[in-house]
């Protein structure tokens, strides 16, 4: 793997190809939730977003002149964050116009911006719809009073509701909620009454995250000093089960490992991350992916701010993958679908093939019952999945 | 010149190394700020652990009655596992001052080196220590010295080798007392080499006692085992310091430098002699050491099979009681299967390998050596339990038994006979030392002794207890081989002989242990002993419960994939058997099953 000086990547030296995806970070927050362990920063004032709407419109000059950001090859574009709806509506506004300007995104089809069911207006949806976001994504992640607390989540759990009536009023038809399972001292009983709660708002998709203790987050302090007790692994296991089942009843049957949808209602941004796609990302900690190459931007405003201020991309942590190293990934990445890891899609991307790569590990785990697969490829079995991070160690591996 | 030589021994922490301290001061040779620094004591290791590992000789020259002595000590080591240490030391003396701590009294150590003393033939002088301490019990340390050890009590020197108080009657009594060498200064050079180290500029250094004759600056000499010759181009005397001669005369002790580049060529206990006026006899030398307990050492780490080869030859030099050869084990790879003296000797050994060459091992489960009867009427030797041969043709196993002495409060005696009978002891005896301690004696296999005895004893004691043993033969024994399956692969570097009887709790306890340290995997894994074909123990390693993070990463691929490589290669280091990873901590649980 190649490590190389940070700071000094350009478009020019990446391989000549198109980015499929386009990602935006957007740093802000109103207030850091307990778990989370995103960049963003909570003491902004519209100056603040000001320069960086301005500075996020010059970084994607820096790519509107190199192959990967100049032809039609964008499919879907994700706003992500941070909370992306904390930008004022005029700043918004200006920078999906100003994205519309500087890049092709004739042959977009999916655009999503993620919004805080706390803070969302009707006159915010129709904007975005008006500029042509087409999907949004709130991040409800729990019904329960008591569980947003403990999440230090400031909304209440009748705000989703609303705000999903408003982006409805608006126009929006693809919709997405997340939701938060294994919160410290949450029942079974409890997840399954957000679950129905999820699955009654009729988005057609739901985004089920297990809660993750990151390093360095107060959830993870309270958490080593005793003062919230992390849920049991067979407790997790069975919410994860649950979840499976109940949203395949109702029709929205997982496609990845926390995604669940409705037919056709898949997240094609993150289906192209799982795929192998290249993908470009704008504002601080925005990652990036050019056909093996990957980094991320400074995760610091000011320093991204900088970057962009010398014409620099602010890219950090920049490694090249080796033609093995990629293929595993994409492995790795795959085996989190439900239909897993597909013979002829991979040759597709890798130009290898992984049935050759990968027989030793598959042929070891079907064994242990962990895969299944057939002349097509293979997948996770019901067995292999609470164990996926493990198998994909394995693919890795080899 | 008159000269004295002459031993320090005690039981360990009686002020062995203090006292010898205080000689050395006493003679001018050290000053008072070296003196509240341990001189004697050179290795890091010894001073960290405040025990004595090796015997090192010096020389001080001390003025009585209008005469200048030259005074030859060793301090020696206290611990049973260095008897062989101390043994070399007598070896080298005339006499020897037995201390005694005046607040402990006589403890196993005490008794085990006075008697060896005594068998070396050595004049003995019995020396009280530490009465400087409110806590001494002088009168009746004196009392158990005459009971115990039959030298009368009021012979006993009674000093401080903290304050320097009894230190110049204690010289008085050594200059008049002991016997002057024996040697035969006008016959050929004959010097018996006790010691060496490697020095990477000056090759081999050799110390030795002459016993005959005179080594001079500039000699030749000749190895008489080993039949090289070479040139000497430096002798000295450690005084502590060393300091160089021109000669070393009958009955003194020093040190040769002589170009002598193969560690191979220098073998303890062999004779230096003059090459053009060579002695007809070597000296008798040092009976061949007894290596009790045997374990492997694999490289580990960084550390490479040549530089773990390299770093052994050159500390066996320096410690010539330990033994190693090449083996190779199918769960680790090439190593060095080592044979020791005991516990205490085998870690010092691994501590020496890491601290001063930097080589990191993994070591295996110690066992002791067996000797096997075979059909055809042969006796081989083992010291691993995968090398026992087949069992038909095996008529017995015999296992080394010790004589145990242990001094022990009257309270303790309960509580470690207990212990002795469930180590298959053989009671002897007991005797009263005063009225409140008692020396306990039992006839042991060396296998049920060699793991956490020690610990044992000190905990059943409140750390009053001390122990001592030796070797008194192989006795057969309804022993066993035990194999030990992971996921139905022999792993042989887990083997252990038991006894039979003790071979299914062993079994048990030892599974319980490998299912503590071995990872959770993606599947079951079953754990087995056997004995020959049959299954005696059992457990389940259950396969991992949940290993899946359902988070969003989003875009940052990265991220995801370090985790995963991390978990992947986890914090221990591991060796994979079959499709097992087992971590080295598995291939010691054997130790820790012990009882
Ligand atoms: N109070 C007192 N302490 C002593 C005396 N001699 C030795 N010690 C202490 O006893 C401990 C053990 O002494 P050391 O010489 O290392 O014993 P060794 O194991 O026999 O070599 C050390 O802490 C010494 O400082 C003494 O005469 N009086
Ligand atoms: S709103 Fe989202 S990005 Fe912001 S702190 Fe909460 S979880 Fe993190
Ligand atoms: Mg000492």
Redesign the interface.
Known sequence: MMQTNPGHLTPQMLPKAMAEGLYVHVPFCFHKCHYCDFYSITRQDEGRMEKFVERLLREAEVWERSVAGQSNGLRTVFFGGGTPSLLPLEMMRKILQGLKLRFDLSAVDEWTVEVNPATATLEYCQMLKQEGVNRLSFGAQSFSVNELATLERHHEPGQVSESLQLAKRAGFERLNIDLIYAIPGQTLESWKHSLEMGVALGTGHISCYGLTYEPNTPMAVKKRLGVVKGAEESLELEMFRHTRRRLAEVGWPAYEISNYAKKGEECRHNLMYWRGGNYIGLGPSGASHMEGWRWRNRPHLREWEEAVDEGRLAAVEVEQLSAEQRARELGMLMLRLCRGVNYEEFAGRMGMDGRALFSGVVQRLTKHGLLEGDQSGFWLSEGGLAVADAIAAELLRG | MPIRNFSIIAHIDHGKSTLSDRLLMRAGAITEREFQSQMLDDMDLERERGITIKASAVTVFHEHGGEKFMLNFIDTPGHVDFHYEVQKALQACEGAILVVDATQGVQAQTVANAYAAIEAGLEIIPVINKIDLPSARTVEVAEEIEQVLGFPAEECILVSAKTGQGIDPLIATLCDKLPPPKGKPDQPARALIFDSIYDDYRGVIVYVRVVDGELKKGMKIRLMGTNREYQISDLGKLMPRPRQVERIGTGEVGYIVAAIKDLHDVRIGDTVTDALAPAAEPLPGYKPIQQMVYCDFYPGGKTQYEELRDAMDRLQLNDSSFSFQPESSDALGFGFRCGFLGLLHMEIIQERLEREFGIEVVQTAPTVTYEIALTDGSIVRIDAPSELPNPTQVLEIREPYILMNMILPADGVGAMMKLCEDRRGVYKKTEYIGATRVILVYEMPLAEVIYDFYDRLKSATRGYGTMDYDFIGFRSGELVKMDILVNADRVDALSVIVHRDHAEARGRKLLVRLKQEIDRH??EIPLQAAIGGKIIARETIK??????????Y?????R??KL??K??EGKKRMKRVG?VDIPQEAFMAILESGD
């Open positions: 993606l599947f396969s991992v419960g949940k290993n899946v993070t359902a988070k969003c989003g875009g940052d691929i990265t995801k994939r995963l490589e978990q992947k499709s």
